[in-house]
């Protein structure tokens, strides 16, 4: 039967030549592209996205200095102002902190440690809440129940206490005994508190399209359930779910710096934006602004950034949601 | 109506319960309540004497039962880190978040919908675009981010006002207040703004675009077409039915207040609720957490089903589908 169908003739369909263009050409020739270009607000964005991205990702090569590093650190260097500053080193570009680490190193690596955390964190997110949703809509009844109940307690509750929570647990249980887990900690909090938004419009949508054809027509041939939920269901819904996990990133980062700020996330040895913020915090009334602001900057301008990223692509991927 | 406020208040007990049990499990199993309670030079059978004076050797059933049993009852045993009975580190406490809560809630409602109405009926003039740029900016900075600018700039540098604590407070009956003396009002600016700003630009944007959808309507053009004043248009058609659910979000956001006041209180040290649930979670002060946890889901599941209830009163088109459903 397969050989028959081989030997037959391919029929060059005039539709044939612009789908060999490859992924990328297809993707320059789309609307979001087009919308993507058409806003100078939007590459504005992208682009500080980009930058403050990189240049956390390459923070051990760019950063003149490794905060890690505690033989590298010198208390006389201690809270010096940034180098244009009188009293500056041009050594520290953007001054020292309390322990005489570089502050432009330390956001470097800061960032990268609360970018890493906020993705991980957004992408567990994305897994429980787009299986739950999936699961929830696609066999309806008594488990659908179940787990939209447990969405309606979770939603009754702000992401930042339920974060919070799930942290002091963490914490309590493994006192004195985290060793590095603290990241994990983070993720798993972060993760657990952002899952139900994708459960909810997953399972919405999936109820809408598993009434259509090409549902049916994968039943008749007697595709297993699950493979029908995750080939064919799954990639239908999966765009208000890009939109919501770019909107949640920002989210993700906010709340991470909130919970390192409030001194139960990240331990101070280990740079994060609300680390240094909190840090930084101390000293705000000897006059040492700059371990506050330059950290406060990046976390505003990479919000800020990633959030006009999330509404351009909301309204570019469904206009009625606006 | 009844059978839905029959209906309402059965979820509501089971989301407590589910609170509760939540609470429970945290009380009873994370850590051991007595090596918290007792000293090092504690012997094995003094600990096993007080285990099974405070009942921790009974079947954990009965465990819990007791524990809601006593919640009901607004006992949360006794502190770890402080050695006082929860009830009255919190009575001590609440009257600050209250105070701070509302204080910050008028702040975003009374400056909120007026900039909601005014972007929302002048799309394209230069002042609703600043409205709305600085709603973006007041959802993109972090909530302790706003605190510290604001300590920057009204504490450190110009030093007009406060910038921990709640200042003088008068004692009434058991009620702690800061608003009547004028350092405590002056103590209140800078933490109700931190916390208001947020929803400020949450109610803003709400209002907006509601009014947008509404001004889009028939009954609009139509009383337009009456020849019915802007004014009347604008405030006593459009406004009024927009506000339906901008009340739902105000109600829901009061708990969202609750929980950032946690953060609002940390970075002005204001002696409140939040202050303590953190203090808490750094000493692993379990009955104040799990005391803090159920109080907070009880006000949150009261103000969801008051608002939920308020809704139908308001809405008669939600009342017709409750009776359905």
């Known amino acids: ?92 570009l953007l001054g020292t902190d309390d322990q005489g680490r570089d502050i432009l190193s330390t956001i470097l690596y800061g960032t990268r440690s609360s970018i890493a955390i906020s993705v991980l964190a957004v992408l567990l997110a994305i897994g429980i809440g787009v299986s739950l949703g999936l699961v929830a809509g696609y066999f309806g009844g008594i488990v659908d129940t179940i787990i939209m109940r447990i969405a309606d307690v979770k939603l009754t509750f702000p992401a930042i206490l339920v974060a919070l929570l799930i942290n002091g647990i963490a914490q309590t249980l493994f006192r004195g005994r985290l060793g590095g887990a603290e990241f994990w900690i983070l993720v798993l909090s972060i993760g657990l508190s952002f899952w139900v938004q994708y459960a909810r419009t997953v399972r919405g949508m999936t109820l809408v399209e598993k009434n259509k054809e090409y549902v049916q027509a994968a039943r008749l041939i007697g595709m297993s359930r699950t493979a029908i939920m995750f ?26 710096a909130t919970l390192s700020f409030l001194g139960v996330g990240l331990p101070p040895t280990e740079p994060s934006l609300g680390t240094m913020i909190q840090i930084g915090n101390k000293y705000l009334f000897s006059g040492s602004w700059w371990m506050v602001a330059f950290p406060g900057i990046t976390l505003a301008v990479l919000v800020l950034a990633v959030n006009l990223l999330g509404d351009w692509l909301r309204d570019a991927l469904n206009p009625k949601l606006r | 109506m009844l059978a839905f406020t029959i209906r309402r208040l059965f979820e509501a007990a089971i989301v407590m319960l589910t609170v509760a049990l ?36 009974d079947p954990v059933l009965v465990q819990f039962g007791r524990f809601i049993w006593n919640a009901a009852r607004y006992d949360f045993g006794i502190s770890y880190q402080v050695k006082r009975p929860v009830t009255s580190l919190i009575a001590e406490r609440f009257p600050a978040t209250f105070e701070l809560a509302i204080t910050a809630a008028l702040f975003a409602i009374l400056l909120g919908i007026p900039m909601g109405v005014y972007t929302g009926i002048h799309r394209d003039s230069w002042l609703s675009k600043l409205f709305l740029s600085v709603s973006l900016v007041g959802i993109s900075l972090p909530t302790f981010l706003i605190g510290i600018l604001l300590i920057y700039v009204f504490a450190v540098q110009l030093g007009v006002l406060p910038s921990f604590g709640r200042g003088e407070v008068v004692k009434i009956g058991g009620w702690t207040t800061g608003l009547l003396t004028a350092s405590g009002l002056k103590a209140l600016i800078l933490p109700a703004i931190t916390l208001g700003l947020f929803q400020m630009t949450l109610v803003t944007r709400l209002v907006r675009s509601q009014m947008l959808e509404v001004l889009r309507t028939d009954y609009i053009k139509f009383a337009r077409a009456r020849g019915l004043s802007d004014r009347a248009v604008n405030f006593g058609h459009a406004l009024k039915n927009t506000l339906i659910p901008v009340i739902t979000i105000i109600g829901l956001q009061l708990g969202a207040i609750i929980a950032f006041a946690i953060i609002t209180e940390t970075v002005f040290q204001w002696p409140g609720m939040g202050l303590m649930f953190i203090q808490a979670v750094q000493n692993a002060d379990i009955p104040v957490m799990s005391a803090y946890l159920l109080l907070v889901a009880f006000l949150f599941v009261l103000i969801n089903l008051i608002v939920d209830l308020l809704y139908v009163w308001i809405d008669p088109r939600v009342r017709i589908y409750g009776r359905e459903a």
């Open chain 2, 22 to 57: 939540l609470a429970f499990v945290l009380f009873r199993f994370v850590g051991d309540p007595i090596n918290q309670m007792v000293g090092q030079d504690t012997s094995i059978a003094e600990r096993e004497e007080l285990r099974e004076r405070l009942g921790l050797n």
């Open chain 1, 231 to 256: 080939k064919h269901v799954l990639p239908n819904v999966l765009s208000p779910v890009l939109v919501i996990g770019t909107i949640n990133l920002a989210l993700a980062i906010i709340t991470e």
């Open chain 1, 1 to 92: 039967m397969s050989t028959e169908e081989q030997r037959l003739p391919v029929i060059d369909t005039p539709r044939a030549p612009a789908a060999r263009r490859g992924a990328v050409a297809r993707f320059f020739d789309s609307d979001l592209w087009y919308s993507f270009r058409s806003s100078r607000l939007v590459i504005v964005a992208a682009a500080i996205t980009l930058l403050i991205v990189g240049a956390a990702l390459l923070s051990p090569i760019i950063a003149p200095h490794d905060p890690y590093d505690l033989r590298a650190l010198n208390l006389m260097d201690s809270d010096l102002p940034p180098a244009w500053v009188k009293g500056g080193d041009p050594r520290f």
